[in-house]
């Protein structure tokens, strides 16, 4: 197959100037940003989980939702923007493993917060929403890939 170059000769091969060459480096950085991006914004929602169920009962904010929607939407979010901001494997594993530990973590440590009752069925939310939101993740991944090839 011959590649189209600048000087609008044809050549085949590696060593032949493309004219895309510009658009393949404009196409990594955007990737890179948009990477940056889901990671910055998972790492934000873990700070937003912490904070919002580390505050006493009364300065919580009410959605109207049941305990366990608001878990599930929560913990699903979070995943879903680690889950595209790393995108292997290993790391999902180790992202999915990360949420539960933090969800059994603070759901034990609401026993010392005025207002606040730990309950095993907050619990089974979360990770219920931690199984979701990484598997969204891997299915956006897997249409994305399935795109460039």
């Known amino acids: 197959m011959y590649l189209r170059c600048r000087d609008n000769s044809r050549r085949f091969g590696q060593n032949a100037p493309l004219e895309t060459a510009?658009?393949?480096?404009?196409?990594?950085?955007?990737g890179f940003v948009l990477l940056f991006l889901f990671r910055a914004g998972g790492w934000a929602s873990v700070v937003a989980i912490?904070?919002?169920?580390?505050?006493p009962g009364d300065a919580r904010p009410d959605t109207g939702l049941p305990g366990?929607?608001?878990?599930i939407i929560a913990y699903c979010g979070t995943a879903g923007l680690l889950g595209l901001g790393d995108p292997?494997?290993?790391s999902r594993f180790g992202m999915i493993v990360m949420l539960i530990s933090l969800a059994a973590t603070l759901e034990?440590?609401?026993?010392?917060i005025p207002?606040?009752?730990?309950?095993?069925?907050?619990?089974?939310?979360?990770v219920a929403g931690t199984c979701l939101g990484m598997l969204a993740a891997m299915v956006v991944h897997r249409i994305a890939l399935g795109d460039l090839r």
């Open 108 to 112: 034990v440590a609401q026993r010392w």
């Open 50 to 55: 912490v904070v919002v169920s580390l505050v």
């Open 68 to 71: 366990q929607i608001d878990h």
């Open 115 to 126: 207002g606040r009752h730990p309950q095993f069925i907050d619990f089974a939310a979360s």
């Open 22 to 30: 510009g658009y393949q480096g404009r196409r990594w950085v955007t």
């Open 88 to 90: 292997a494997a290993k």
